[in-house]
Nanobody
């Protein structure tokens, strides 16, 4: 059973940075490489939103327009961990951030993701 655990959330002032981590367990580093990984977020009263995703090898990454240039997604397959470096944070980035794993290819579509973490809260104060 694949499990994903996010960490690194917290309270930060606008303009600050946070680095989220998502550690996978229940699979080897070889089988971890079978999964593309995504980050999504959900703010109160809003729908879940795609933030970023990275392919199995880590060779390609995708971002929502509002995150491009400020966020960077990366992965360490040996550690079975994916990261989301968030810089120049804005109050509108406040949300619960979730990581997810998929063996599919439409990485911006939350419906193809098979495994989800429980989320980590990110709060950006103005």
């Amino acid at each position: 059973q694949v499990q994903l655990v996010e960490s690194g959330g917290g309270l930060v002032q606008a303009g600050g940075s946070l680095r989220l981590s998502c550690a996978a367990s229940g699979l080897t580093f070889i089988t971890f490489r079978n999964y593309a990984m995504g980050w999504f977020r959900q703010a109160p009263g809003k729908e879940r939103e795609f933030v970023a995703a990275i392919t199995r090898s880590g060779s390609s990454a995708y971002y929502v327009d509002s995150a491009r240039g400020r966020f960077t997604v990366s992965r360490d397959n040996a550690k079975k961990t994916v990261y989301l470096q968030m810089n120049s944070l804005k109050p509108e980035d406040t949300a619960v951030y979730y990581c997810a794993a998929t063996r599919g290819t439409d990485l911006t579509n939350y419906q193809i993701y098979e495994q989800w973490g429980q989320g980590t809260q990110v709060t950006v104060s103005s």
